[in-house]
Every structure is written in structure tokens, then in C-alpha cells.
């Protein structure tokens, strides 16, 4: 038999649901964002003018800084006026038509924070004359993105303004993004590179080894790595660039992107791989009896007696080509090895002392300054006994005067073992005597320079006069080299040069055959 209905079953009916609107905006307690429970207010003719707020959750207490009795049964214009001309129209839409209002990043000016804040607002129609609003405060996220967008535009510009080239590339290879200096380095177009990938790019040799790198930061081995490689140039060439290679990855630990950094460094590449090339030809020609000493001799200007003889550096190529020092030397300058020549050049003039000769050796600004070379020297001197005596050493005016107090060491450290000191190539450094003065020097070497327009500039003559004069007040030597013609020996002899050196009195010759010029 059907149950029939009652007033009382309406009261129940009414009671529950209450109770059960009272547990749901109860559970809105625990809603980390605001929500609120509107109520159209209506004037006379039934238009919506406002919305009262009829529930409010803790978490828009919180966020107004107010408690619930201060907002419900109040008007939103009442609370917060600016809704009339930006939302209250939405919410009237929401409630009439049953249309969900989303607004996404909308700004407001907030009265009650008395700021301008940035929302994500949601309002959807409950039953009756309601609505529920909830929304969350994006301001910080929005800052945050402009932040990251700012930060990414501002890295974007690096890249594009780095001297060095710079780029991003997919996990596959292929580039994303890169900058003029990267076209620069590998002579390709945009177009052309865009269409590239870094596989293409690297020298067969180096793929290998990079794609072992690469698969480790994609397997989460590794973030970064840096090497030197070859790579291909768009015309063909190998070109060296120092890679500098890191990742950007997602929240799963996914590389998203790489990010290289390649710095162009062919040219230090190819001095290093010259200064090997050399290394190696000057220890072959050591090791193959190449590298030897020539012999010159500097005869007394009144006697024409051989008094000395300077020894020069000479390599034999392997096709028996005798090449003279403007072949060799400037390398081994440029790449600091003059200390190897000299420490060879020492021990070949120690034998010819040894053999009763007397030699002058010529040593380098590298091994004036080389602690090591000049240690070296003192030793083979001291084991060379009453040879050392018969050893000169050579330096230019412009060692001395870059080096003056090693130089002034090391002419002490000479005149203790017996040898002489030259000062070569003088009046060519443009510094005063006076600056040598603490050197202990045997002799003054006239240039080339002086000796070969003496004749036809009184000023080269007024110069090797000023030396000469020099020389005399100091009790030095005068040697004049390069002495090619009679015409010139006379004159050097008139006025008052000691020694004679140049291809009038003799050419260099390998010291081997230079018995005859023993003393």
C-alpha cells in the first residue's frame, strides 16, 4: 500500500536538504581558493542590481583579510564598487542565460586589498536567484611570466649578440635557434644552417665520440660536457671549435632542447699543431745530426790573425739543403723553442774550445730569461774546465736592455767561470750605454746596419765613431760586422775598430772543416 504524503514529510524533505547545503558550503572550507554563494538583488521593476553575498568559504576571509560576518548578507557593490562597470553585467548573464562565465587573467583593482590584482575567475548559476563565484589570484604567476619572458628575451639576445657562436638544437640534431657568429664559424647562410643538423656538421672522425656524449645527457648520465672537435666548413675545410654543450629538461627529467656554445679555435689549433710539426722536425734534425754549427771567423783589424770564430746555427734538410737561419729561426722563436738551439749551440761550441778553439755562441732572449737553460750552461761550463775560457757568449742590445738585471746575472755568472761577453747588434736598441753599464761586457759588436752604408752616410759614420768611442772609454773591444769590401775594412781600421767580421774576411763554414782557424 503506497505511503501517503504529509506535511510532516515536506518539513523532512526541507530539513535534509538544508543539512545537506550546510555540509557542501562546509566543505568549501577546505577549497584552497575563494568561494562565494551570490544572491541577485532586485529593484521594484525586478532588475538585477546587485549581487548579496549569501555564503563565503574561509579561504575568502583569508584572502580579504575579513571575517565572514563582515561580507555575508552584504552587497558586492557595497564591498568592492568597481564590479558594476567590469563584472556585474557578466554575473547578470550568468545568472539569466545559465552560461558558465570564464575569464582568464582578468585584471581588477581590488578594493578591499586596495591593489591591482590579475585573476582566473569562474561563475556558473546555482538554483533560484544564485550564483557561485570562485576565482584565484594570478598575479604572482603573471609576474612570473613576464619575468621568464623577459629572462628568455634577454637570453635570446645573448645568443643573437654573442661573439662566439651559440645555438639550440633539438634532441634529433637539428637547430631551433642559433646566431649570426654560429653562420660565421661554419660559412653557411640561416636558410641553409636552419636545415642543418650538428651530425652534418662534425668531422666523420669526431661523430663518434660526440654522439656517445650526446646520448649520455639524453640518458641523464650527464648535464653537460665540453671537447675540442673538428667540424666541416661550408667550403670544404676542417675548422676547430672548444664546445661548451648543456641541456634544458622538463619536469620528467626529459632533455628538452640542447644548448652549445662552440668558440672558433682554428687558429690556436693550427699554431699548436705547427708548433708540434716544428717540435718534431727540430728533434729529428737533432737526433739525425742536421742541426749543426757554421763557423765564422773575426780576425784582428791591424793582423788579419783569426781571433775568434762565431758559431751559427744551420739545418741540413733531408734533401740536403743547407737552411740558413731566416728559414728556421723565426719559428722557434714564435714557438719558445730558441732555449733547445742554444743548449745544442753551447755544447757544440764547449767541443770546439775543447779542441783549443776560440768560439762566440749567440744566445736567445728565451734562454737569458730560461732559469733552467742558463742552469744548463753553468754546468757544461764548469765541467769544461780551462775550455770555458776559451767560450764567448753573444747577446743583443735589445735581450739586455728587456732583461737588464737577468742579463747583468748572467754576465756575472760568466765572468766567474772564465768567458767573455759581446754585446751584439749595438746601437740598434735605442737605450743608453749607461743602462748597461752593471753587465760585465768584453766587447761591442757594431751592426750590420752601421758597417754597410759607412761610407755613404756620414751619419752611420757619426754612429760607429760614438761606439768606437764608447767602447774606448770603457775598455771594450769594438768588433764591425759585416765587413764586405776593402774600401770599408780600410776605413773601419782608420778609424780605430779592433775586429774585422763579414765576407771579406770569411764566409761561414761548417765548423768541421774551420781546423785551419784554430788558435
Known sequence: MA??????????????????????????DALIDPCVLLEAMRDASGEIVDFRYRHVNQATCDYFGVSRGYLVGSGMLDTTPGIKESLLADFIRCLETGEALILNDFTYDNEILQDTRRYDLRATRATGDYIVLTWRDVSERFEAQQRLAASEARYRQTIKSAAVGMALFSPDGGFTEFNDALCDFFGYDPTTLLHMTWQELTAPEDLDTNVQNVREILSGQADTYRTTKQYLHADGHRIWGDLSLGCLRNFEGKVEYFIAQITDVTPIERELRERLEFEAFLSDAIADGRLIAYAQPIVDAHTDRVVEEELLVRVVGRDGRVMVPDDFLPQARRFGLMPTIDRFMVARGIELARAGRRVAVNLSAHSINDGATVSTIVEQLRAAGDAAARVSFEITEHTALASTDLAERFSADMRRLGCRLALDDFGTGFGSFTELRGMMLDKLKIDRSFVSGLLRNPQDESVVRAIIAIAGEFALLTTAEGVEDVETRNRLVELGVDQLQGFLVGRPAPATRADERRQ
Open 3 to 28: 505511503r501517503q504524503h504529509s506535511s510532516e514529510d515536506d518539513g523532512s524533505a526541507t530539513a535534509s536538504d538544508h543539512a545537506t547545503v550546510e555540509v557542501l558550503w562546509a566543505a568549501t
